[in-house]
C-alpha cells in the first residue's frame, strides 16, 4: 500500500518531510504516528493509513513534495508485494481534474482554532484532533472550576460558542470574561436592541464552512422522486408493534428507504463514490451515513459502516445506536468517518422536498422527507366491470399503468401515503439519467420488495 | 532512726501533715479511679511521701519544682490545693490545669511546681535552664528536680548534669530510686549499683544516698544542699532510697515484685514510721489524732468539691495554645 | 538604609533586642567566642559579655531544654541549634515540650523563647547538614514559624520574634547567607503573620519560601521576558502564623498557584497552603494546583547532585510555561 502526502489544507499543495516516526521494517499502524509533515500552515504527525510493515521509504526528511506524491510503501497483510494502489478500490478516470477535498475529519482539524499552535511550540499533535472532533460533536468541554462558575454567572447555555485560546483549545477564565464583555458590548442600553448577536457554535461554524466548501466543489443536481409507501406502510403496520416490543423503539420509514438504497447501488455503483483528481474512486463497500440533528443545535453524520450487507432491522438498529449516541456526545471519531453515501432525514418535520448539500468527499445525497396521504391516481385491471370507487384490498399496483392480462384499466384515486425522494448528485460524477435511473429503482424496491422477512 | 533536735516541732508538724495529705490523697486517687471518676493513667507515689515532704518544706516558696508523671507528693507538697489537683485527675473546671494536663502534667506556677514532664529526662534540662535563670537574674532561688531511678539512664540526664555542672548552676538533682524502671528492676538495666549515686563522679559530684523513707534525714539533707547550692555552690545530685507501694500505674498490678519485697517496704512505711517518730518525740496520740482527722476532712471537702465541679468545658480546647489565650495559626 | 548580608543582618536583629531589654540571652554551640560557625553572631560576645552570650557543650538537648527553663522562670532566651538537621536530636524539647507546656498547663506558663537555626541546601554538607525542616516545625501545634529570605526581613522577623511572648522557630537560610540587601537604619521590627507580594503579576502565582524566594523572582522575570508569561511572586515568609489572606488574594487574583518548596516532596509546607487554597478558592482555580519541590530523597552531597535536586530557576520556568495554558 502506498503512503502519500496528504492534503493538509485546502489550499494546501505541498509539505515538507519533516520526520519519519519509524525505521524500514518497523511494524506500522493507523494509531501511531509514521511520519511528520511540516507545511506553512501546519505540523502534523500523520499515522500509516493501515496496519502492516513498512518496507520502502521514498521521501527523506527535509525534502518538499506535493500533494499526493508517494511517500513510502507499507506492506499490508494479504496484500500483493507490488500492488500499486489500495486494496479493491476500482479507479474510474474522469476528464476534468478538480483538487480533492479533505474528508471531515481533516477539515475540521484544520478550520477547528482548537488547532492553533499553543504558546511556545507551535506544534499541533495529532492528539488535539481527536480533542478537536470531540469537542465538535459536543462532547464534554473540559472546564475549570473558574470557567464553570463564570459560565453559570454569566447564563451561558453552551459554553462551546465561547472561544478557548488556552492550551489544546481550552477556555480559560480570561476567555469566558472576553466573550461576556463582547457579548455585552453588542447590546446597547435604552430601547430594546433591533437584532442580538449570537455566536455561532462550533459545531455551527464547522459545518458552515463545509457546507460552503461543499457547493464550491461540486456542481448539486437535485433529482427528485415520489414514492408511494404503501407496501412500507403495511408492513410497518402489521409488525410495528412486535418490533418496536422487541427492540425498544419504533420502526421508520428510514431504515426501509436506506435499504432500498443499498440494494440499488451495486446496479449504480458510481453513486457511491468519490472523484480523486481526474478519477472516479468507486467504493466496494456502503458506509452509509446518517445525518442525525443534535436537537436543533447541530448536524453530524454518524456512518453505518457496511450497510449493504444490513437488513432492515440490522439497519434501523445501527441507526437507533448511532443517534442515540449522537445526542448523547458520545460518538468516537470512527463513527464519522469513511461514510460512501449519505440519507438526510427531514420525514419527520412533514416537508416536502429538500435539496441536501453533498457531504463531501462523496457524490450524492438522498433526501427523505415527509411521508403524508395523499389522493393518487391507481390503474386498476377492469376485470369486473367496475369502475372508479373501489379500493382493491391491499393487492400490488404498479404505478406505471401496468394492465392485467387482458383487460384494461381504469383509474381510481386512492389514498396513499406518498413522500417525496430527493438525490442531490455531483454533476462531475455522472449525469441526469444515471441519477434518475438509480432513483427509479429506489423507488421501486420501496414500492414492491416484500420486506418481512428482514424484520426479525 | 533516731530523733534530732536540729528540727523543731513546728517543721515536725510540717512534714507530718504533708506527708499525711499526700497519702490520703493519694489513696483518695486511688478510690476515685475505680470508681470510674479518674480517667486515663495515674502514676500514684503513695510509699514516697517522705521525698516529697522533706525537700519542699526546706524549699523557698520561689524555690523551683520539677518533677515526673509521678509527681502528685511533690504538687500537693509545695502547696497546691487538693481540690485542684483532684479537680484535674477528674478532668474539671477546677483542676489545676482545668483538665487540659492531666495526672502526668500537674502545675502549679505560682507555687513554684514548674511542671511533671511525662517524658522520661525531659525535665532536667529544663530545670537547669530555671536555675540559669535565677543566677542569671541573681535572685538565688533555687531548683530542685527530682526523677526515678529510670532517667540515669536517659540521653537528657546526662547532658543536664553536665551542663549544670560546667554552667555551675542552682539546681538540686534528686533521685527517688523506688527500685523499678516501670516494671523492670533497674539493677538489671543499668551499669552501677547506684544509678544516680555512682554516676555522680562523672560530673565531679560527690556521691549521696539518702534514706527516703526516713522525712527528717531527707528534710536535712536538703536543707543543706539548697542552702550550698544558693550560696553558688553549684549543682548537687542525690539519691534517695523509696518503693511504691503500687504498681507503675493504674494498669500495674506488680506481679513482677519478689515476694515479700513489698512486705518488707511497707514496714518501713514513711508516715507511719514518722508518726512513730513524733510519739517518740513527746508529741501526743491526742495531738496526731487531731491532724489525722483535720487531714481525711480536708480530703474529703476537696474530694467533694472536685466532684461538684463540672467537667472542663469544651471551648478550653481551642484556647491557651499562644500567650494571646487563643490557637490561631492562620489569618 | 545600609546594605548589610543576611548573616550580618541575625546579628544585628539579636543586638537590637539585647540592647533593648537585659532579659534576652543567648545559648548555643560555638556561638560566643566563635561568632557562630556561620559568622551569625560575630561581635555579640564583646557587646553584651559572656552572662549574656554564652558557648554550651554539644548538648542540644540541653540547649532547647535550658532555653525552656530559663523562659518559663523571666528571661527571653535565643538558643541556636546550629544546623536545622538536628532539631531531629532534640525534638523532644521543641515539641513535646516547648510547644505544649503553656497549653497543658492552661496558660500558667510563659515561653517567649527563639530557637534559631541554619536550614537549606546548597553548601554541599549532605544528606544531614543541608534539610530544610521549617515544615516539620509548622506540623506542631504552639511553635510559630519564621523563614526570612532577605536581610531586611531577617533583622525585621528577628526583633518580632525576640518580642513574641510565644516560642518562635527562626528558621535562617544558609544558602542565603552571604546574600546581601537593604536593611532599614535604628530600630527595625517586622511582624510575624504577614507575607510579601514581592512581584505582581497576571497570569500565574508563584509562593515560595526562604531561598527559593529569589528563585521565583528570577523565573517570573525569564516567564515574562522569554514566554509573555507574567507571573506574581509571594514570599510567605511566616508558615505559623500563617498569612492565608494575602496568598488567597494572590492566587484568586491570577486563577493559577504554584508554590516552589525545597522541602522533600511529602508534606512541604506547600502541601497545606494548596489545601487550604483548594478548599477556599476552588471556584477561583482556573487549573490545577502544582507544587515545585525537591524530589522525596535525601539530598545528595555532590555540586551537581545537590543542585539539580532542589528547584532550580530552568524548573520553575519550564513547569510553569508546560502547564499554564
Avoid at chain 2, 530555671?130 to 532561688?141: E, F, I, N, V
Wanted: glycine letters at 8%.
Amino acid at each position: 500500500m502506498d503512503v502519500v502526502m496528504p492534503q493538509l489544507g485546502e489550499t494546501v499543495r505541498e509539505g515538507t518531510i519533516s520526520a519519519w516516526r519509524k525505521q524500514v521494517g518497523d511494524p506500522v499502524g493507523p494509531d501511531e504516528p509514521l511520519f511528520e509533515v511540516e507545511t506553512d500552515k501546519v505540523t502534523v504527525d500523520v499515522p500509516a493509513p493501515a496496519a502492516g510493515v513498512l518496507v520502502e521509504i521514498l521521501v527523506p526528511v527535509g525534502e518538499r513534495v506535493e500533494v499526493g506524491t508517494r511517500l513510502a510503501v507499507i506492506r499490508v497483510p494479504g496484500e500483493a508485494m507490488f500492488a500499486m494502489r489500495g486494496p479493491g478500490a476500482r479507479v474510474v478516470t474522469l476528464s476534468s481534474a478538480r483538487p480533492t477535498v479533505p474528508a471531515m475529519p481533516v477539515a475540521i482539524a484544520e478550520a477547528s482554532p482548537a488547532l492553533d499552535p499553543p504558546r511556545t511550540t507551535g506544534r499541533i499533535t495529532m492528539p488535539a484532533i481527536p480533542t478537536a472532533i470531540a469537542r465538535a460533536v459536543g462532547a464534554e468541554l473540559r472546564l475549570s472550576p473558574v470557567v464553570k462558575r463564570l459560565i453559570a454567572e454569566h447564563h451561558i447555555d453552551d459554553p462551546s460558542v465561547i472561544p478557548g485560546t488556552g492550551a489544546e483549545g481550552r477556555i480559560t477564565r480570561d476567555d469566558v470574561l472576553a466573550y461576556v464583555e463582547s457579548r455585552g458590548a453588542a447590546s446597547g442600553g435604552g430601547e430594546p436592541p433591533a437584532e442580538s448577536l449570537v455566536p455561532m457554535s462550533r459545531i455551527r461554524q464547522l459545518t458552515a464552512e463545509h457546507m460552503v466548501r461543499s457547493l464550491a466543489t461540486s456542481p448539486h443536481v437535485l433529482q427528485a422522486v415520489e414514492v408511494d409507501f404503501h407496501a412500507v406502510e403495511r408492513l410497518r403496520g402489521a409488525a410495528g408493534e412486535a418490533f418496536r416490543a422487541r427492540e425498544g423503539f419504533s420502526l421508520s420509514y428510514l431504515p426501509f428507504v436506506a435499504r432500498a438504497v443499498c440494494q440499488a447501488i451495486p446496479e449504480f455503483p458510481h453513486v457511491n463514490a468519490s472523484v480523486r483528481g481526474d478519477a472516479l474512486v468507486v467504493h466496494h463497500r456502503v458506509h452509509l451515513g446518517i445525518a442525525v440533528d443534535l436537537d436543533r443545535q447541530g448536524l453530524v453524520v454518524p456512518v453505518v459502516k457496511g450497510a449493504a450487507g444490513k437488513t432492515v432491522r440490522a439497519l434501523a438498529v445501527e441507526i437507533h445506536r448511532l443517534a442515540d449516541r449522537a445526542r448523547r456526545g458520545q460518538l468516537a471519531p470512527d463513527d464519522l468517518t469513511e461514510g460512501t453515501y449519505t440519507i438526510s432525514n427531514s420525514g419527520p418535520f412533514g416537508t416536502l422536498i429538500t435539496a441536501p448539500i453533498i457531504h463531501q468527499p462523496q457524490v450524492a445525497i438522498l433526501s427523505t422527507d415527509g411521508v403524508r396521504k395523499r389522493p393518487v391516481v391507481i390503474e386498476r385491471p377492469a376485470a369486473d366491470g367496475s369502475a372508479g370507487g373501489e379500493t382493491s384490498a391491499g393487492g400490488e399496483t404498479s404505478a406505471g399503468g401496468e394492465t392485467s392480462a387482458g383487460g384494461e384499466t381504469i383509474d381510481a384515486i386512492e389514498i396513499r401515503p406518498v413522500g417525496v425522494l430527493a438525490q442531490c448528485f455531483d454533476h462531475r460524477a455522472f449525469d441526469g439519467a444515471y441519477s434518475a435511473a438509480f432513483l427509479r429503482r429506489v423507488r421501486e424496491i420501496l414500492e414492491q420488495a416484500n420486506f418481512e422477512a428482514e424484520l426479525t | 532512726m533516731t530523733s534530732s533536735s536540729d528540727i523543731d516541732g513546728s517543721t515536725r508538724f510540717a512534714l507530718y501533715r504533708s506527708l499525711l495529705e499526700i497519702r490520703v490523697v493519694e489513696k483518695r486517687a486511688y478510690d476515685l479511679f475505680l470508681h470510674n471518676l479518674v480517667k486515663g493513667t495515674s502514676h500514684l507515689a503513695l510509699g514516697q511521701e517522705a521525698v516529697a515532704a522533706g525537700f519542699a518544706v526546706a524549699m523557698r516558696p520561689d524555690d523551683y519544682t520539677f518533677c515526673t508523671y509521678r509527681g502528685h507528693h511533690h504538687t500537693l507538697a509545695r502547696g497546691a490545693p487538693m481540690v485542684g489537683v483532684l479537680g484535674e485527675l477528674m478532668g474539671r473546671k477546677c483542676g489545676l490545669m482545668a483538665g487540659k494536663g492531666g495526672s502526668m502534667h500537674l502545675t502549679s506556677v505560682r507555687h513554684g511546681v514548674m511542671g511533671s514532664y511525662a517524658i522520661v529526662g525531659a525535665h532536667l534540662p529544663v530545670a537547669a535552664g530555671a536555675a540559669w535563670s535565677a543566677q542569671y537574674r541573681g535572685t538565688d532561688q533555687v531548683a530542685v528536680c527530682f526523677f526515678g531511678d529510670g532517667t540515669t539512664n536517659i540521653g537528657a540526664f546526662h547532658e543536664a548534669l553536665n551542663l549544670a555542672v560546667v554552667w555551675k548552676l542552682p539546681v538540686i538533682f534528686v533521685c527517688e530510686n523506688n527500685l523499678y524502671m516501670e516494671y523492670t528492676p533497674i539493677a538489671s538495666v543499668t551499669a552501677v549499683e547506684h544509678p544516680a549515686a555512682d554516676r555522680a563522679a562523672a560530673y565531679g559530684l560527690p556521691r549521696v544516698i539518702v534514706d527516703g523513707n526516713d522525712a527528717d534525714a531527707v528534710f536535712r539533707l536538703a536543707r543543706d544542699t539548697i542552702a550550698a547550692a544558693r550560696a553558688g555552690g553549684g549543682p548537687a545530685l542525690i539519691e534517695a532510697k523509696t518503693y511504691r507501694h503500687s504498681g507503675h500505674s493504674r494498669a500495674d498490678p506488680a506481679k513482677y515484685r519478689p515476694p515479700g519485697e513489698l512486705e518488707d517496704w511497707l514496714r518501713r512505711d514513711p508516715v507511719t514510721l514518722y508518726r512513730t517518730r513524733l510519739l517518740e518525740a513527746g508529741i501526743s496520740e491526742a495531738a496526731l489524732r487531731d491532724v489525722e482527722l483535720a487531714t481525711q476532712g480536708a480530703v474529703d471537702a476537696a474530694t467533694e468539691a472536685a466532684k461538684a465541679s463540672p467537667p472542663a468545658p469544651v471551648e478550653v480546647v481551642e484556647q491557651d495554645v499562644w500567650s494571646d489565650g487563643g490557637s490561631a495559626w492562620r489569618n | 538604609m545600609a546594605e548589610l548580608t543576611y548573616r550580618e543582618a541575625v546579628a544585628a536583629g539579636i543586638a537590637q533586642e539585647m540592647a533593648r531589654d537585659d532579659r534576652v540571652v543567648m545559648l548555643g554551640e560555638d556561638i560566643a567566642d566563635a561568632g557562630g560557625v556561620f559568622k551569625t553572631t560575630v561581635g555579640l560576645l564583646e557587646r553584651f559579655g559572656p552572662r549574656r552570650v554564652r558557648d554550651t557543650p554539644i548538648s542540644e538537648q540541653a540547649i532547647v531544654g535550658a532555653a525552656m527553663g530559663a523562659a518559663m522562670t523571666g528571661l527571653i532566651p535565643i538558643a541556636e541549634i546550629m544546623f536545622s538537621d538536628f532539631f531531629a536530636v532534640c525534638w523532644d524539647m521543641i515539641a513535646n515540650e516547648i510547644a505544649k507546656a503553656r497549653y497543658m498547663t492552661a496558660g500558667q506558663m510563659a515561653l517567649p523563647l527563639v530557637i534559631r537555626t541554619a536550614n537549606g541546601a546548597g553548601s554541599r554538607f549532605g544528606a544531614q547538614h543541608s534539610q530544610s525542616v521549617e515544615n516539620w516545625a509548622m506540623a506542631i501545634p504552639g511553635l510559630k514559624v519564621v523563614a526570612p529570605a532577605t536581610p531586611a526581613d531577617v533583622k525585621g522577623l528577628m526583633a518580632a520574634a525576640v518580642r513574641d511572648p510565644d516560642p518562635v522557630i527562626f528558621f535562617e537560610h544558609k544558602g542565603l547567607f552571604a546574600t546581601k540587601g537593604e536593611v532599614p537604619d535604628g530600630e527595625h521590627v517586622d511582624r510575624l503573620g504577614t507575607a510579601r507580594v514581592l512581584r505582581q503579576g497576571s497570569d500565574v502565582t508563584l509562593v515560595a519560601l526562604a531561598a527559593m524566594v529569589p528563585r521565583a523572582l528570577d523565573a517570573a522575570e525569564r516567564l515574562d521576558r522569554e514566554h509573555r508569561i507574567s507571573a506574581t511572586v509571594v514570599d510567605v515568609r511566616s508558615l505559623v502564623p500563617l498569612d492565608t489572606q494575602t496568598i488567597l488574594a494572590e492566587v484568586t487574583r491570577t486563577g493559577r498557584m504554584y508554590t516552589v518548596e525545597e522541602n522533600p516532596r511529602l508534606c512541604g509546607w506547600g502541601a497545606e497552603l494548596v489545601s487550604i487554597v483548594a478548599e477556599e478558592r476552588f471556584y477561583d482555580l482556573d487549573g490545577p494546583i502544582i507544587r515545585i519541590t525537591t524530589p522525596h530523597v535525601p539530598l545528595p552531597a555532590a555540586d551537581a547532585l545537590e543542585d539539580h535536586a532542589v528547584p532550580t530557576v530552568a524548573r520553575i520556568v519550564d513547569t510553569v510555561v508546560r502547564t499554564a495554558g
